[in-house]
């Protein structure tokens, strides 16, 4: 399995249909894509480096995926825990596919589609700490370790997010521009 990266930091230009089909060269927090996933960092760092992982196709259920799709999820799993392990020194991953935003009445997202929800799968890979870690002078804290997380929209700004996609990206082996 390949990883593709862009050596420019990508421009933003969302799809408004549904910004989980953005193209990975749209995606201005990329961190890398594969045949059918793309991996962004997660705008909430509520845990530092969790990231979204997202079907490149536009797939509603989980069950609709290919083996061929599966198969490479597990790979991306494979490389993206113990990555995340020694980058940040997280204790553990936690991994959710919710997909609730697509099925709630006041502004889905993505949008309905002929009246029906439209969602898209993508995965929360959120990382957990037992202690607090500082990263580039801020200091990351997990209030809630030992149970589900507590979001609490901790929103970065884009140098200091880009500095967290390299220290992700140096940690594996990314293939530049494609
Ligand atoms: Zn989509």
């Known amino acids: 399995m390949l990883l593709h990266a862009y050596q420019q930091k990508p421009i933003a230009n969302y799809n408004t249909d549904c910004i989980s089909c953005t193209l990975p060269n749209n995606d201005s927090d ?5 045949d059918f996933w793309k991996v962004v960092l997660h705008p909430d760092q509520s845990g530092l480096g969790s990231c979204l992982i997202t079907a490149r196709r536009h797939v509603g259920k989980l069950s609709e995926l290919t083996p061929e799709e599966f198969s490479e999820f ?3 799993i494979t490389i993206l825990e113990p990555t ?5 020194g997280a204790t553990l991953i ?3 596919c919710d997909r609730n935003w697509a099925y ?3 502004n889905p997202d993505p949008p309905f589609k002929n009246g029906k929800s439209n969602p898209h799968v993508h ?3 959120t990382t957990r ?8 002078g801020i200091l990351f804290e997990d209030p809630s370790f030992g149970e589900p997380i507590t979001w609490r929209s901790v929103k970065l700004g884009q140098d200091l997010k880009n500095k967290i996609i390299t220290k992700i990206q140096n940690e594996l082996g990314i293939v ?3």
């Open 30 to 34: 990329l961190i890398f894509f594969t």
């Open 74 to 76: 597990f790979q991306v």
């Open 84 to 88: 995340l392990e020694h980058t940040f």
């Open 94 to 96: 936690n991994l959710s």
């Open 104 to 106: 709630r009445t006041e």
């Open 123 to 125: 995965w929360h890979l």
């Open 129 to 136: 700490y037992s202690t607090s870690k500082e990263f580039e």
């Open 176 to 178: 530049y521009d494609r």
